[in-house]
């Protein structure tokens, strides 16, 4: 098991006062069996009113009213968790789906139908060129092993680049560019399962790793897909790694653009605020 200490700060600063319209938060991470909330802080400034509800995905959403006008929005969340998920690797898939291509269940086809129409529907020629330029369109795969293709491809082939513009990269630009940022390589890796008719979602959390111990990181983004018999497995094409105790996943959604850690707008002069976002995860005795 590992505790891990997760701050992180959204600052904006506007020009003069505003009038700061709802906000919605997804800051909390998700709960369950592999992962225990052992204590949460959550500072917010102006004053305000919250209320926490669940969306259709059972992400934690913390809908946040304002009460009064500034020139500032801080928003500091501070969570200590324990993580439990410590062998990745150790899962198995059930005999019918070990060997691709497999149908899902008919029970689960209501539930997992969602998951596996594209986003980006006007994409799937160019995504579908590349599954067929890697080789995943031909021959027997394991499920396993196409998955694993599909992850280390986007991981070596792609160019990683910090992207501060809101939402994601189209999959056919990230093709066409040859980079982009986590979020876009995980909405590649999602279409891709999809054009394969495999349930896959997007993911937004945080990421223990060296540089997130040393602070001034944002949030990461990855893809979890639909595996019978071990249920929604992670996968980081941003690393080429199947995820673990390093990935603490707070929003899972069908869209990659649905879950943004901060949303919500003003009323004020057409300005565009300066904004400051600085994750922090550190390792716990």
């Known amino acids: 098991m590992k505790r891990l200490r997760i701050k992180h700060l959204t600052e904006y600063t506007f020009p003069t006062q505003v009038t700061l319209q709802q906000h919605y938060l997804l800051l909390r991470p998700r709960e369950g069996h592999d992962l225990r909330i052992e ?18 995905f059972d992400n934690s959403l913390a809908a946040v ?4 006008a500034s020139d500032k929005l801080t928003i ?82 792609f160019r990683y680049q910090v992207r501060e513009e809101a939402g994601v990269q189209t999959p056919a630009t990230t093709l066409n560019y040859g980079s982009g940022s986590c979020r876009d390589y995980a909405t590649l890796f999602i279409e891709a399962c999809r054009c394969l008719g495999l349930a896959s979602r997007f993911v937004s959390g945080y ?18 897909v639909y595996l019978p018999g071990t249920g929604w497995k992670g996968f980081d094409p941003t690393s080429g790694l199947v995820t673990g105790t390093q990935h603490i996943a707070v929003a899972v959604a069908r ?13 004020g002069p057409a ?14 005795a």
């Not at 990421?207 to 979890?224: I, K, M, S």
């Open 39 to 56: 204590s949460s802080l959550l500072n917010i400034s102006p004053a305000y009113t919250i209320k926490w509800t669940r969306d259709v």
């Open 65 to 68: 009213t304002f009460q009064q």
């Open 76 to 157: 500091a969340s501070e969570v200590v968790i324990q993580h439990y998920e410590e062998a990745p690797l150790d899962f198995l898939i059930e005999e019918y789906a070990v060997n691709y291509p497999f149908n899902y269940p008919q029970a689960e086809w209501a539930d997992l139908t969602a998951f596996q129409l594209p986003v980006f529907a006007n994409d799937q020629t160019a995504v579908n060129n590349w599954l067929i330029h890697l080789g995943v369109r031909n021959g027997h795969w394991t499920t396993f092993s196409l998955l694993t293709r599909l992850n280390q491809a986007i991981y070596t082939q």
């Open 207 to 224: 990421l223990h790793a060296p540089a997130t111990e040393a602070g001034n990181a944002t949030t990461h983004a990855w893809a979890e």
């Open 255 to 267: 869209n990659p653009e649905a879950v943004p850690p901060v949303a919500g707008s003003f009323i």
């Open 271 to 284: 300005v565009i605020p300066s904004l400051i976002v600085n994750v922090q995860v550190n390792l716990l």
